[in-house]
């Protein structure tokens, strides 16, 4: 099945993978015919048969307009404890977009665990069209910030996904760690697990969030371990010695 907005800004394609949602210990959709709806350009969400929601969809009485997919009904999610999400879902059942209608959203960071198949999945439903790859590399690559080097190596893991301009991940002990300063910010990716940042003080500069480091990544991405790795949309990267254009991505 696919599907395609008069506006062409909706893609979606049916998902092969077993999906299931928890809140508070208890199932709320648990399906084989989940269907990837790609509603923002880096990655999908997932719409599940109404048929296939356990809980109870309490009706909030709201309503939401996408110029794309119409006008959705908002709904609480209530599973058979009592506890509730608020308006955890969503449903277009006169989209313009067919294979919507008999579809709900159930909105991913309002429930307590996602799981495919019968691994956990966090943060959003993995991409099917993206690919991510560790490659070993000897280039040399230099690290600069206003003139100042923070880091030199030739000993550099160049990370590909799909999508994001190459990330060069570099050992530790071949990083300035003396002009970064631990941030508490975190981020969560799907594919690579959970990771935490520094921030660059230069001559009396900082720069929130400008490194960071995955320190237990998912089996997929085990090589990047304790590397660091630059915001090359950010900072100054050279490779062999040839400076690198800063990439524009909506991390820049």
């Known amino acids: ?9 909706v893609r979606v394609e049916p998902c092969a993978r077993r999906v299931r949602a928890f809140l508070h210990g208890a199932c709320v959709l648990d399906t ?28 909030t009485g709201d309503t939401e307009h996408s110029p794309s997919r ?14 509730r999400a608020s308006a955890a879902a969503k449903r277009y059942a006169e989209s313009p977009i067919h294979a919507l209608r008999g579809l709900v959203h159930v909105q991913w960071p309002l429930m307590d665990e996602w799981f495919e ?33 923070l880091a030199d190596t030739a000993a550099v893991h160049v990370l590909f ?28 990716c799907p594919y690579k697990g959970q990771a935490s940042y520094w921030s660059v003080v230069v001559d009396g500069a900082r720069h929130d969030d400008f ?24 900072v100054d990267l050279y490779l062999d010695g040839v400076a690198q254009p800063r990439p524009l991505t909506h991390f820049s």
């Open 1 to 9: 099945m696919t599907d395609q907005s008069q506006r062409g800004l």
């Open 32 to 59: 084989i015919r989940a269907v990837y709806v790609w509603e923002l350009p880096y990655y999908p969400a997932y719409y599940v048969p109404v048929d296939d929601v356990v809980a109870t969809l309490v009706p």
């Open 70 to 83: 119409g006008d959705a009904d908002i709904y609480d999610v209530e599973v058979a404890s009592g506890v």
């Open 117 to 149: 198949e019968d691994e956990p999945v966090y943060t959003h439903p993995r991409d099917p069209y993206t690919r991510v790859d560790v490659l070993a590399s000897s280039r040399r690559v230099r690290v600069e910030l206003d003139g100042v080097t």
């Open 161 to 188: 996904e799909t999508g994001l301009p190459p990330r060069f991940y570099l050992p530790m002990t071949d990083v300035r760690m003396d002009l970064l300063e631990p941030s508490p910010s975190e981020s969560h």
């Open 211 to 234: 490194a960071w480091c995955y320190r237990a990544p998912f089996p997929e991405s085990q090589k990047i371990a304790g590397m660091v790795c630059f915001y090359n949309e950010k």
